[in-house]
């Protein structure tokens, strides 16, 4: 009797191109150089974010939950960071009837769009995030359906913290920027076909989403099966994973943001008097043996680490 041959591999088709024509607006399009300004004016934002902000010292076991707080007034704070610079993203006044707005209830989050009527150039969803939160990621949950996003459509996230990292006035850090719509794209081609799982992977999509929806339309995709409710989540498809390695190397004070971030995991709930101390003594010796921090910083941070020395302490218990 022939032996049945065993059944053949799935194909794997190729991954989303993000250089492709439908998720990127042309050259040929009426509003591209706006387009292009209002994209470099999102990348400088660090250069010219403006901010009345100033927060007191803050203890360490809350300094993760200023990831919800601060991330919602970056983001109102971006919306009039960039209305204030409209000499750079409309030189010639050719869009002197338009304004970003925010609208949280539908995607896109911020639109410029004309003043008076609805008529919208392009948008961008919108999420501040603080960078040395416990989770190590942006907690953005994108689930917009491509069709719902025009190529000029951006998913824009911007990092943040505090200048003197447990207080002061919020610094913003060089923001992701990636194509909406091949975002939405990608999102489904990894939940489909790059993550391991035995689950269902379909995906439902809604029929005649359109760019600009209102709050009622029907635009999100969906899965069949998400048990762990992660779908959605763009950091942990792959696309923000050189981004997110090149932040955890930018410096507060000196010492990079990954080792602040750890620093900050002791303080929680339950943290020893002990465990405070060790965690401070740790960071103080990284900063006498460093080279590379230069002595301003240092004693910034030397600061830093007698403020929260004298802040935090006392809400620990004894060991």
């Keep these: 009797m022939a032996k049945s041959n065993p059944p053949a591999a799935p194909v794997i088709p190729p991954a989303p191109d993000p250089s492709a024509p439908k998720y990127n607006p ?25 901010t009345e902000i100033n927060l007191p010292g803050i203890p360490a076991t809350d300094l993760h939950t200023l990831n919800t707080a601060l991330g919602a007034a970056i983001e109102d704070q971006v919306v009039r960071t960039l209305n204030l610079l409209r000499r750079t993203w409309d030189p010639k006044d050719e869009y002197s009837l338009y304004t970003f707005v925010r609208q949280p209830q539908t995607f896109p989050d911020v639109r410029l769009k004309r003043i008076a009527g609805s008529d919208t150039i392009m948008g961008f969803d919108l999420k501040g995030w ?3 939160a416990k989770e190590a990621e942006p907690s953005l949950r994108f689930t917009a359906t491509a069709g719902a996003c025009a190529p000029q459509d951006l998913i824009v996230v911007a990092p943040c913290a505090l200048n003197n990292v447990i207080s002061g ?82 410096t507060l004070c000196g010492i990079r943001a990954d080792h602040w971030r750890q620093f900050l995991k002791v303080f929680q709930e339950g943290t020893t008097d002990q465990e405070a101390t060790k965690a401070l003594e740790r960071l103080r010796a990284v900063v006498y043996q460093s080279t590379t921090i230069s002595s301003p910083k240092a004693e910034a941070v030397l600061r830093i680490l007698s403020d929260l020395e004298a802040l935090f302490k006392p809400e620990f218990p004894s060991s």
């Excluded at 399009?29 to 660090?46: F, I, S, T």
């Excluded at 850090?173 to 379909?202: C, G, L, M």
Aim: some cysteine; overall charge positive.
């Design 130 to 132: 603080y960078l040395l």
């Design 26 to 50: 042309q050259p040929g399009w009426a509003d591209y150089q706006l387009w292009q300004r209002v994209r470099d004016c999102l990348a400088g934002l660090p250069v010219h974010f403006r």
């Design 169 to 250: 006035s919020p610094l913003l850090f060089e923001p992701y920027i990636v194509s909406a719509k091949f975002a939405a794209a990608y999102r489904n081609y990894h939940w489909q076909h790059k993550r391991k799982t035995t689950s269902d992977a379909s995906i439902n999509s809604p029929a005649n989403a359109n760019p600009y929806p209102v709050k009622s339309d029907h635009i999100n995709d969906a899965p069949v099966s998400d048990s762990g409710n992660n779908f959605g989540r763009l950091a942990r498809t792959g696309l923000m994973d050189i981004y997110r390695v090149k932040l955890d190397e930018t």
